[in-house]
Each structure stands twice: as structure tokens, then as C-alpha cells.
């Protein structure tokens, strides 16, 4: 059983063969689920749900420090597991409907917090000149995992057949557990210190590189909060895809962030700097979100092309973003790596709010407009950090 498990000497392989059985895991539900809530609930309902997800995550993370310091990473990342676990089985079985909001709850918290768990294991076997290539291949284990997700989520959900899919989820949680469970007993934690929300808010603000990673990260993570929660919905209730060509669709769609995450992270280590790469992503990420609203019909192909290229400005700054801000700090900087984290807890609150807000005026289709028109704000904080090369 043991030599099953441990498969290689190397953490970082480990810790790479985790992150991708968890991040298929956890993405399985990823795009079916604001539709799911949206069928028990409403469309302005979900986004409310998002919302008190974040958070109440968000208010977690103060407490991570103290929960890091008695558990340890290693018992933390196992309990936060099983807890993914439960929660998935709850959303595949639960008929009530408070019931299932609130395993959805459970299973949002608990998700975001192993990726901040698997942050620190990553962080702790890094080191600087490597941080890249290192960070681009953990992105791309993960991406593999987005990658396989939707085409098997859009099969096994048919029509409505929701409970499929988080049974899936939660039945590959078992090896992700075991995984965790068997190798990763003996990591030695660093000093965690309380995240001291104001000082380390501070702290980034203090430093312009940092602020501007910081804003970077944020739109980024806008982006994706308002593309995981609204495209879905638009395709299958406005556009008329089913839930097998939408999967189809979002696979291709991810195809970017396993094909070009690792060789802009080498560029970023040995070539070229974060400043000029972080600027054509978002050029590319605003020019193809602005299109969306233009494409009126269902052609396959038109849309597939159109996100594929979204998402490939949003590769790059995903790894750009990342490796730059983990070359500025180190494993024992864990308030400042959760303050970083926080930027999607924060744009996953901030997003649906705006457009709920939004939606009581305009159609849906018009968000992708306002959503472009925001991308370009990233050119802002992307010519203004100063290159690690």
C-alpha cells in the first residue's frame, strides 16, 4: 500500500500529482454549479450565494494562522479534505434546499482553503531561481485537471443530472486523501505568525511591486469569478448549448493554460521579465471578453475560438502574476501568501455583487462588455512593477 502512494522521492512531484487529483476533484462542479443554484434558487439568488461564500471564507482566513500553528499543515490539509469529501456527497444527495446551500458553502470554504495549504507545501520546496518554472508546472498540473473537468461534467450531468457530477467529485477525493495522508506526515511546519490583516495590508501597499502583483491578481480573479459564474449560465439558458457541447467547449477553451503556462514561466526565469508578458495578457483577455456580446448565434466553433483566446491572455497572467509574487516573498512570509490568496476570496465577492447590480438594467450579454472594458485596467499595474530579470 505504501510504495502505491509514494510515487517518486520527490516532494515536488508528490505535492504535483496531488494538486492535480484535487483540482480535478474540485473542478469537476466547477462550471454546473452556478446553474445548479440557480435551479433550486435564482440567478441573482446564486450570486448572492457566491457572495456569502467569500465571504465567510474571506473571515476564515484571519483564523488560519492559529489553525496552521495547532494542526500543522500535513493534519490541517487531511481534515480540509475529508471535509471536501462530506460536502460533495451532501451536494449530491441533499434535497433540501438550505441543506445543499449549505454543503455548497462548506465545500467552497473548505476548497479554498487546501489551495492554501498546498501553497505552503510549494512554497517550502521552492526555491527562488527555480520559483517559474516550479510555479508553472504545479499551474499546469492543476490546469491539466480544469482541462479533463468539463467535457466529463457536461457527459455525466446529460440534462439535469447534477448529482452525478459531485458524486464524482467526491469519490476522487478518497485518493486525494490518501495521497495527503501518506506522504506528506513528516512536513516540518515554519513559524506561522497572526495574520495581522492592517499591518500586512500595509506592508503590500508599502511596496509598489506588491501592490501592483496584488491588483493584478485581483482583476485576474475578477475575471474568472464573473466567466465560471455567468458564461456557463448565458450559454445553456440565452445561447441554447447543451451541457455535453458546453463541456466540449470549455475544454478546448482551457487548452491554453496547459500549453502555456510552463514556457512563459522558463521565459519569466531565464529570458524575459514578468512587466511585458503580464501587459499582453490582459490586452488579449480584454479584446476577446469585449467580442462575447458581438457573437450572436450558436456556432460552436466561433465561441470555442473566442474563449480559447480569452483564456490564453489569462494563462499568462495567471503564471505571471504567481511567479512574480513568489519571488518576492518566501515560505515564512504565510500572512503575506494569505493576503495574496485573499485577492480571489475578494474578487469572488466583489464580481457577482457588481453584477447583480448590473443585471437589474442590462441584459447579461452586456456584462462581457463591461467586464473587457475592465481587463484594461490591468495595464496599469503591469507596467508598473519593476522586472525580476
Not at 84 to 99: C, E, P, Q, T
Not at 147 to 155: A, D, I, N, T
Not at 286 to 299: H, K, S
Not at 344 to 371: C, H, M, Q, R, T
Request: proline fraction near 3%.
Amino acid at each position: 500500500m505504501n510504495r502505491i502512494f509514494r510515487l517518486g522521492s520527490s516532494a515536488l512531484f508528490i505535492l504535483y500529482v496531488l494538486s492535480f487529483i484535487f483540482t480535478f476533484s474540485s473542478s469537476l462542479p466547477n462550471y454546473i454549479s452556478s446553474t445548479f443554484l440557480a435551479g433550486l434558487t435564482s440567478e441573482q439568488a446564486t450570486g448572492f450565494i457566491y457572495i456569502f461564500c467569500a465571504v465567510v471564507t474571506t473571515a476564515i482566513f484571519v483564523f488560519m494562522p492559529a489553525l496552521f500553528r495547532k494542526y500543522g499543515n500535513y493534519r490541517l490539509t487531511l481534515y480540509l479534505c475529508v471535509m471536501v469529501f462530506l460536502s460533495s456527497l451532501g451536494l449530491a444527495f441533499g434535497k433540501n434546499v438550505y441543506l445543499v446551500v449549505f454543503c455548497f458553502a462548506l465545500n467552497y470554504v473548505a476548497i479554498t482553503l487546501v489551495s492554501l495549504c498546498l501553497d505552503v507545501f510549494i512554497e517550502h520546496n521552492s526555491e527562488d531561481a527555480d520559483t517559474g518554472t516550479i510555479r508553472s508546472i504545479y499551474l499546469t498540473a492543476i490546469n491539466i485537471a480544469w482541462l479533463l473537468s468539463p467535457w466529463l461534467s457536461g457527459l455525466l450531468v446529460g440534462t439535469d443530472a447534477y448529482w452525478k457530477v459531485f458524486l464524482a467529485a467526491a469519490s476522487v477525493m478518497i485518493p486525494t486523501t490518501l495521497l495527503v495522508s501518506y506522504n506528506l506526515k513528516n512536513f516540518k511546519d515554519p513559524e506561522y505568525s497572526d495574520l495581522k490583516f492592517f499591518a500586512t495590508a500595509r506592508e503590500v501597499s508599502a511596496s509598489k511591486n506588491l501592490r501592483s502583483v496584488f491588483a493584478c491578481s485581483f482583476l485576474l480573479n475578477f475575471f474568472f469569478a464573473w466567466m465560471v459564474i455567468y458564461t456557463p449560465l448565458y450559454l445553456n439558458k440565452y445561447v441554447g448549448f447543451s451541457w455535453v457541447t458546453i463541456g466540449l467547449m470549455f475544454t478546448i477553451m482551457l487548452i491554453p493554460f496547459v500549453l502555456v503556462q510552463v514556457p512563459a514561466g522558463e521565459l519569466a526565469d531565464r529570458k524575459y521579465g514578468e512587466k511585458e508578458m503580464l501587459s499582453v495578457g490582459f490586452v488579449v483577455m480584454a479584446i476577446a471578453t469585449a467580442l462575447i456580446p458581438l457573437v450572436g448565434d450558436g456556432n460552436f466553433w466561433i465561441w470555442a475560438v473566442l474563449l480559447f483566446v480569452g483564456r490564453t491572455g489569462a494563462a499568462i497572467v495567471q503564471v505571471m502574476s504567481d511567479t512574480y509574487f513568489f519571488k518576492n516573498i518566501g515560505e515564512k512570509n504565510v500572512d503575506v501568501i494569505m493576503m495574496y490568496r485573499l485577492m480571489s476570496l475578494l474578487a469572488y465577492g466583489a464580481a457577482p455583487l457588481v453584477a447583480i447590480v448590473f443585471l437589474w438594467y442590462f441584459k447579461i450579454e452586456y456584462l462581457f462588455f463591461v467586464l473587457g472594458f475592465l481587463m484594461l485596467f490591468g495595464l496599469r499595474y503591469s507596467v508598473a512593477i519593476r522586472d525580476t530579470k
